[in-house]
């Protein structure tokens, strides 16, 4: 049987979104979630790396902003690699596939823009 690595998460962005260009034009975007949590035993806010690819990096780039309400889809990747002094270090992330954005005014616009385009193609 094949692993299975997925996770789904939701929390509010803490920086804009970075969107770069690889040397063969392929956009990749990195952001930051903040997701806060609450047990038993306290309550608390992790904060996880994400990246996204291709035309899915374009849109995170384009739409999201500090602050906004988002979920994600996607798989963990850890990475190691040396600091500049050396030092081993590992990093994880989730590999964005998927991306819903949840704020109510996101949600408003869009309704309103599949509105107009709906009442368009009624009068044809």
């Not at 969107?19 to 034009?25: A, D, L, P, S, V």
Request: with cysteine; net charge positive.
């Amino acid at each position: 049987m094949r692993g299975l690595n997925r996770s789904i998460l939701a929390g509010r962005l803490v920086a804009d979104p970075e969107i770069r260009y690889t040397q063969k034009e392929t956009a990749v975007t990195h952001f930051r979630l903040a997701i806060n949590w609450q047990n038993k035993n306290g309550k608390g806010v992790d904060f996880i790396n994400c990246v996204a690819w291709g035309s899915l990096a374009k849109i995170c780039g384009e739409y999201l902003k500090k602050g906004r309400l988002v979920a994600v889809e996607g798989r963990l990747q850890v990475k190691s690699y040396q600091d500049k002094k050396g030092q081993n270090r590992t990093t994880t992330e989730v590999v964005v596939d998927n991306m819903q954005m949840l704020d109510s005014k996101f949600f408003n616009a869009a309704n309103k823009a599949e509105g107009s385009q709906e009442e368009e193609l009624i009068e044809v």
